[in-house]
């Protein structure tokens, strides 16, 4: 990914886009399928898949419900493979399986190798032109970005290289240190569309109004908005005696106190760095007006964990839920249609909304 130069073109366009890309639920349908179906989403991360064997598990349930096999060989070798036999659509395995020479669909015998190759088909002795490609499991592309797994559903794959990305912004992230933390794992319904939880993080304009307690750690008047072709970086500044990044994290912020690094991935991912570790939101759409938000802690400095942007993170989220959750009441009434994008502070949601636009209107 390589930076977009298009952020000195604010003047451009100035509305916000119409109500409708929130309210509307054939732009929703659109969504799922132009948007969800076309980019990288992430699976989870390599402790997810430190199984040798196979693990099933749906791509963003409830949503769009795709069910995956990850396969994991015992030299290490990774694939995802659709988890539906290509026979009758049955789901082939329902619990994580240990290695084993081939997946067996439980309706019809049906089976497959490792790498989705069909080898048995009872019933289907000696008939002319079987097994077709189609016959034989899907297999899906997998990225390893730093700690985390990507994959995408789509047949056009855009560029797409996380950790080139954030390790030649910060150059001094260890990746390798990362430790995840599962007992501060936890999940959020916002009865609200799930644009609008990404609208909510990519500025923070709101944050002296909503987030009492970050404003005072956070210094608002050094804030910089860096856009990339499928990702923004919010730059957040320490106020004197927070806690913040060594100084050598990145020579581009070097001597700066930067109290935390806000990277969001188009269209539904939020990798919040700070100088304790990573707090990773996942956005997860369920219907026009539910989204559900997973978030998972990692550290690499357990010892400074709960200090300064990256404290009481919990009450963060409530209070963003509360917000955006009256911004989706509010979409209902018929005096707005729009609004104007701030050219200091909202550079990363139109940037968000020109690559949502671009994607629905393919």
């Not at 694939?79 to 009758?88: D, Q």
Request: hydrophobic residues 35%.
């Amino acid at each position: 990914m390589k930076k977009n130069p298009t952020q000195e073109n604010n003047h451009l366009l100035i509305e916000t886009p119409n109500k409708n890309l929130y309210l509307d639920a054939g732009v929703f349908e659109l969504i799922k399928e132009n948007v969800f179906r076309n980019n990288w989403l992430l699976t989870g991360d390599n402790w997810d898949f430190n199984h040798t064997g196979y693990i099933p598990y749906f791509l963003l349930e409830s949503f769009l419900d795709e069910p995956l096999i990850f396969c994991k060989s015992e030299e290490g070798e990774k694939k995802l493979l659709s988890n539906v036999c290509t026979h009758r659509g049955n789901l082939i395995i329902n619990d994580a399986l240990t290695a084993r020479s081939s997946l067996v669909c439980g309706y019809h015998g049906r089976s497959f190798s490792p790498g989705g190759e069909l080898l048995k088909a009872p019933g289907f002795d000696n008939m002319v032109g079987f097994p077709r490609a189609c016959d034989h499991l899907k297999s899906f592309p997998i990225r390893e970005s730093g700690p985390f797994v990507f994959t995408t559903l789509g047949e056009n794959e855009k560029n797409f290289d996380l950790t080139k990305m954030i390790s030649n912004r910060i150059s001094g992230l260890k990746w390798d240190s990362l430790v995840p933390e599962s007992s501060l794992n936890r999940s959020f319904f916002v009865k609200a569309n799930w644009i609008l939880y990404i609208d909510n993080y990519l500025e923070g304009l709101h944050i002296p109004f909503v987030h009492k307690s970050l404003n005072q750690v956070l210094d608002l008047s050094d804030y910089p908005i860096e856009l990339f072709d499928l990702a923004v970086l919010q730059v957040g500044h320490g106020k004197p005696g927070e806690s913040v990044f060594d100084k050598e994290t990145s020579m581009v912020d070097i001597g700066k106190p930067v109290a935390a690094y806000y990277w969001w991935i188009y269209p539904n991912i939020m990798i919040n760095m700070y100088p304790w570790g990573i707090s990773l939101n996942i956005v997860k759409p369920i219907n026009l007006t539910l989204s559900k938000i997973e978030y998972r802690t990692y550290f690499w400095n357990k010892s400074i964990y709960n200090l300064g942007a990256g404290a009481d993170l919990d009450r963060v989220e409530r209070e963003d839920e509360m917000v955006i959750e009256q911004v989706q009441r509010g979409l209902k009434s018929s005096a707005y249609s729009s609004g104007v994008y701030s050219p200091k502070h909202e550079t990363g949601i139109k940037h968000f909304h020109s690559l949502l636009l671009a994607d629905l209107e393919r």
